[in-house]
């Protein structure tokens, strides 16, 4: 076992090394453990101690809690995920605009809406499983959901089905381009200011317009056919994309799209 002050010196080092790689602080710890484990030429668990069996025990697993530990220590909730961070979306209900988280999901999951109130959990859900989308409202209470109607029930749950199949197509494409990554940061700006303390919705609809541009512009550069420097225009953009694929017809949409900010 290394001494603490060699731990500390070492622990140092290596976090610095992440910083510099550009490692987010939530993923330094699992990237320090591998780098710890390739320093001293040893094999190590490289899981959270937590989600490890409560049986396992020896050198290597306290070696990595160790290194988690000194993360907690320096960081704190830094270190926390946010699964829905980047993913979220606004959804109308009993006459407001609510700022709703959609969950990371893994496998299929049975969306529904009612009036039975459930504190927001972690959004990260493994398949199999059913999950009532009032829960995925920000700042809702049990009161105020007794007063939504069955259409704000319905709203929700439509928003809800609606943004996790964005959220699936976002991830399907990410990295293909730089395009794609910038989408993701326009989705959070629409959302942002729709539902802050002071909307601004002209600036929420230039966001909504520029995702839905480089969302184009990154298709018709992964298809390797069209023009994508076709600036702001939707319209345009859209005819280039349907170089690809004939049979697309979203113009309808494109103009809903380009509506005035009132």
């Known amino acids: 076992m290394v001494s603490d002050s060699d731990f500390e010196k070492q622990m140092l080092s290596i976090d610095a090394e992440l910083k510099a790689e550009g490692v987010a602080p939530h993923a330094r710890p699992i990237h320090a453990v591998r780098k710890f484990g390739m320093l001293h030429g040893k094999s190590m668990l490289i899981a959270k101690p937590s989600f490890l069996p409560e049986d396992v025990a020896g050198p290597a697993f306290e070696e990595t809690k160790r290194i988690y530990d000194w993360y907690e220590l320096h960081y704190g909730e830094r270190l926390n995920v946010d699964p829905s961070a980047g993913a979220r979306i ?15 999901i893994f496998g299929s999951c049975t969306i529904f809406s009612n009036r039975d109130f459930v504190l927001a959990e972690n959004e990260l859900r493994r398949g199999g499983t059913s999950m009532n989308a ?19 029930l319905q709203e929700v749950q439509s928003c809800m089905i609606f943004g996790l199949q964005c959220r699936k197509a976002l991830s399907r494409f990410r990295g293909t381009n730089h395009y794609f ?47 994508s420097k076709q600036g702001h ?27 005035t900010a009132e």
């Open 181 to 227: 990554d910038q989408v993701i940061g326009d989705l959070s700006n629409s959302t942002h200011q729709l539902v802050g303390q002071i909307p601004n919705f002209g600036q929420s609809k230039w966001a909504s317009a520029q995702m839905v541009e480089k969302f184009m512009k990154g298709l018709i550069e992964a298809s390797g056919n069209g023009d």
């Open 90 to 104: 606004a959804s109308m209900a009993d006459g407001d605009i609510w700022e709703m988280n959609l969950p990371l």
């Open 233 to 259: 225009n939707l319209l345009k953009l859209h005819r280039e994309l349907k170089k690809s694929i004939p049979s697309l017809n979203l113009e309808p949409r494109l103009k809903e799209i380009l509506c």
């Open 134 to 152: 009032c829960s995925s409202l920000s700042g809702l209470t049990a009161q105020r959901l007794s007063k939504f109607s069955d259409g704000d």
